[in-house]
């Protein structure tokens, strides 16, 4: 009986043995199962940012290079410009040129600025008169893109005379003569094309050897 007894009691010591061994080997491999699910999801997590910052880096890197390409970025990178972009920056519309849009614009050259009395030059660049110069270079850009097929396209199919509505809101007169273009602004001053269809990434400019004044 006492034999019986105590068989009874190693066979339940080895059992429960048996269970708490096994109990720490389940908490064993879920700690192990936890800490390989943890390393999982923060590998992701960094494998996600990596992207994330790779993926930022490549739009950094094609805006800067739309902006280079822009309208501004092509005038800053032509030294026969360089008058009209330090215009552009007094009028605070280098940002828009830069920015993605689709502009057609008239570039007056050094040249062209100098055409105009000193004094009329000086006084546009004044910060008191910003908002006459800007309105002087918004006369110079057309919204959307016009290329000298179109453009030639659209004089001849207007009897040799058509007129767009610029940014400030005024027109401009566009003839041919033989081969160039000719821009009537609105004071009947003309202007001619000396440098045609730039493609930029926001538009298209032409470069001209007048600065263009419209109707008082």
Do not use: W
């Not at 730039?198 to 600065?211: H, K, L, M, R």
Request: charged share 25%; with cysteine.
């Amino acid at each position: 009986m006492k034999f019986q007894k105590l068989s009874i009691v190693l066979v339940a010591l080895m059992f429960s043995s048996i269970a708490l061994t096994s109990c720490k080997d389940d908490k064993k491999e879920a700690e192990k199962m936890r800490m390989e699910t943890e390393k999982m999801e923060m590998e992701n997590a960094k494998k996600a940012e990596q992207e994330q910052m790779e993926m930022k880096a490549k739009e950094d890197a094609m805006k800067e290079e739309a902006r280079s390409n822009s309208i501004a970025g092509m005038a800053m990178n032509n030294n026969d410009l360089s008058t009209l972009v330090t215009a552009l920056k007094s009028a605070d519309l280098a940002t828009m040129l830069s920015e993605p849009g689709n502009y057609t614009v008239f570039a007056p050259s050094n040249q062209a600025f100098e055409k105009l009395p000193q004094k009329q030059r000086d006084a546009l660049m004044m910060p008191e008169n910003k908002e006459m110069l800007t309105s002087v270079l918004q006369y110079h850009v057309i919204p959307g893109k016009i290329t000298s097929d179109q453009l030639a396209a659209a004089i001849k199919s207007n009897k040799g005379s058509y007129k767009v509505k610029t940014v400030k809101g005024d027109e401009l007169t566009f003839s041919m003569s033989g081969d160039q273009y000719i821009i009537k602004d609105g004071s009947g001053k003309k202007a001619q094309v000396i440098l045609g269809n730039q493609e930029a990434s926001n538009g298209i400019v032409y470069i001209i050897d007048t600065v263009l004044m419209a109707s008082k």
